[in-house]
């Protein structure tokens, strides 16, 4: 399995501000996505991050919202931008793991915009 | 579309008594299944896949999970239940044969797991 680790692991934000949020694999992985958790939700997908390509954005996410970074095989950055209290959630990375088709998830980062 | 139906929010049952979590789901083509368990404050964590071949998966902590094709379900199980297996379960469905951005899981609403002495 691959090991993930998102930094941070929780902030408290003030509306109109942005967050850029890190996701860290310890190995090289081809697909990386990201989550978002709303409380007492499931999970959404917000889009596919692939390396050395624009990131793919599922229906109702947009980039000027969520601009993503992939600048190699094992890092990732999600910055929620101009927040408002609707974006409290849980922002979780997740990848393909080397050598299978299982999806492993990060810690998640708790995020409650004020 | 696929989609991924898990009927029951919460599932109450005593410790030691056998789990059932349930899930349907709806894809395109065969199936690929997955169970992940969310314990509070905590990311997800695979327990369980099904691919192909036997329908009754075994996964982590002692749980096991049964495809059944003609119901397009993917039960969750386990035949004696403990208090720290209380948590929040996730069903996943995509597609067998896809890639890309095709391969992109849908999950259920989840189910809350509670287990008591």
């Known amino acids: 399995s691959a090991v993930i680790s998102q930094k941070p692991s929780r902030d408290i934000c003030q509306r109109g501000t942005s967050l850029t949020i890190q996701c860290q694999v310890d190995?090289?992985?081809?697909?990386m996505f990201w989550y978002r958790q709303q409380p007492g939700q499931s999970l959404t997908l917000i889009a596919t991050?692939?390396?050395?390509?624009?990131?793919?954005?599922e229906s109702g996410f947009v980039i000027d919202k969520f601009p993503i970074s992939r600048p190699n095989l094992t890092f990732s950055t999600l910055t929620v931008s101009n927040m408002s209290p609707e974006d409290s959630s849980i922002y979780l990375c997740?990848?393909?793991?080397?050598?299978?088709?299982?999806?492993?998830f990060g810690p998640g980062t708790r995020l409650t915009v004020l | 579309a696929q989609s991924v139906a898990q009927p029951e929010d919460q599932v109450n049952v005593a410790e030691g008594n056998p789990l059932t979590v349930k899930c349907t789901y709806s894809?395109?083509?065969?199936?690929?299944l997955f169970w992940y368990v969310q314990y509070p404050n905590r990311g997800l964590q695979f327990l369980l896949k099904?691919?192909?071949?036997?329908?009754l998966v075994k996964g982590s902590y002692g749980f096991e999970a049964e495809f059944n094709k003609s119901q397009t379900s993917f039960h969750l199980k386990k035949p004696s239940a403990l208090v720290s297996d209380s948590a929040l379960y996730f069903c996943?469905?995509?597609?067998?044969?896809?890639?890309?951005?095709?391969?992109?899981?849908?999950f259920g609403t989840g189910t809350r797991l509670q287990v008591t002495l």
């Open positions: 997740s990848v393909v793991g080397p050598s299978t088709d299982t999806q492993y």
């Open positions: 190995s090289q992985v081809t697909m």
């Open positions: 991050a692939n390396q050395g390509s624009e990131a793919t954005y």
């Open positions: 894809v395109s083509g065969n199936p690929y």
């Open positions: 099904y691919i192909t071949g036997d329908n």
């Open positions: 996943a469905v995509r597609p067998l044969r896809s890639t890309g951005t095709a391969s992109k899981l849908t």
